[in-house]
C-alpha cells in the first residue's frame, strides 16, 4: 500500500542562517500512529509545520516531500489552501491560544467547514453538533454557543480536534494535543483520537516529548536530537532503543517507587549530530 506521507531528506533554516534547523529527516506514513518525540528544540513542530507550509520565510528543502498524489514541494500556495484544512490539518497544543476568542466554538468549526465544503449555514451547523458528538461532547448545542474562555481546557482542545476533523482528513499532524490537560482528560482525548484513527484510517503525526505516551499511544517513533533523526523503532520497542540519546530520555524518566535519588543526567555528545567534528 502506498504511503499516505513520504518525506526524503527534509531540511528547513529560518532567515537566511547558516545552521539548519531541522536536516536530514525521512519518513513514510501509512494509516497508522507516528510519534515524533524530543526535547524542546529538537526539531519535531518544525517537521510537522514544513509538511504543512506553514514556515512563511523559511527555506524548506527536500529530495521528496509528497502527500497522496500531491508534491508538496512544487504545489502552488493558492492550491494548498485548499489542501490544508481539508486533506491534511493540524491539532494545535493549547486552545487558549489557537480559538478566536471573540467568536463562539461552534461558529468558528462551521466556519472551518465551510471554507472547504459548499454548504448552507444550517448543513454546517449540523454536520458541527454532530462532529462535538463524535469527540464526546456532552449538551453540543449549548457548547455551540459558548465562547472558548467558557469551556475548559480538556472541552476547548475537543473543540479543536472536532474543527480539524470536520472536512474527512487523510492525515493529522497533533502539535502537543494534551500537553496542557490533566491526566483523566489528557486519556479521554487520546481515546478519542484513537478511535477516530482507527474508524476514518487517517495517517496521524503525534509530536511530544512525553515516552510514555508514545510507547502507548503511537505505533512507530521518530527521536529526534538537534533537527535530526537519530533512531527509528516500533513503539513497543522503545525500552530496547539502542542510540544513547534515547537511552538518556528513557533513564531521565521519574518512574513511581524506584529510586528516589537524582534522576541521571544526560551526557551529550558531538558524534550524535551528523556531519559533527
Known amino acids: 500500500m502506498e504511503p499516505i506521507l513520504s518525506v526524503k531528506n527534509l531540511g528547513v533554516r529560518y532567515g537566511g542562517s547558516a545552521e539548519w534547523a531541522v536536516r536530514g529527516v525521512s519518513f513514510d506514513l501509512g494509516r497508522e500512529r507516528l510519534g515524533i518525540v524530543g526535547e524542546s528544540g529538537s526539531g519535531k513542530s518544525t517537521v510537522g509545520r514544513a509538511i504543512l507550509r506553514l514556515l512563511p520565510g523559511a527555506e524548506v528543502t527536500a529530495d521528496r516531500m509528497r502527500f497522496e498524489e500531491l508534491d508538496l514541494l512544487d504545489i502552488p500556495e493558492r492550491r494548498m489552501l485548499k489542501v ?43 454536520k458541527t453538533l454532530e462532529m462535538l458528538e463524535a469527540v464526546q461532547i456532552r449538551e453540543p448545542e449549548r457548547v455551540y454557543d459558548l465562547y472558548p474562555h467558557e469551556v475548559s481546557g480538556g472541552m476547548g482542545q475537543r473543540v479543536m480536534i472536532a474543527m480539524m476533523l470536520m472536512t474527512d482528513p487523510d492525515l493529522v499532524i497533533a502539535d502537543e494535543p494534551t500537553s496542557a490537560l490533566d491526566v483523566t482528560v489528557r486519556l479521554e482525548v487520546l481515546r478519542i483520537l484513537d478511535g477516530l484513527v482507527r474508524e476514518r484510517g487517517i495517517g496521524l503525526v503525534m509530536i511530544s516529548h512525553d515516552l510514555n505516551l508514545v510507547r502507548n499511544f503511537c505505533d512507530r517513533v521518530l527521536i529526534m536530537y538537534a533537527g535530526q533523526v537519530v533512531e527509528v523503532l516500533d513503539a ?20 513511581i517507587g524506584g529510586d528516589r535519588g537524582p534522576l541521571p543526567v544526560l551526557q551529550r555528545r558531538d558524534s550524535w549530530v551528523e556531519g559533527a567534528a
Request: with cysteine; charged share 30%; hydrophobic share 35%.
Open 236 to 255: 513497543r520497542d522503545l525500552d530496547q532503543a539502542t542510540h544513547p540519546y534515547t537511552q538518556g530520555l528513557i533513564a531521565a524518566q521519574p518512574r
Open 84 to 126: 490544508r484544512g481539508a486533506r491534511m490539518s493540524m491539532i494545535l497544543q493549547d486552545p487558549k491560544f489557537s480559538l478566536n476568542p471573540i467568536e463562539r466554538c461552534g461558529d468558528q468549526i462551521a466556519e472551518a467547514y465551510r471554507t472547504h465544503v459548499r454548504a448552507t449555514k444550517r448543513k454546517a451547523r449540523a
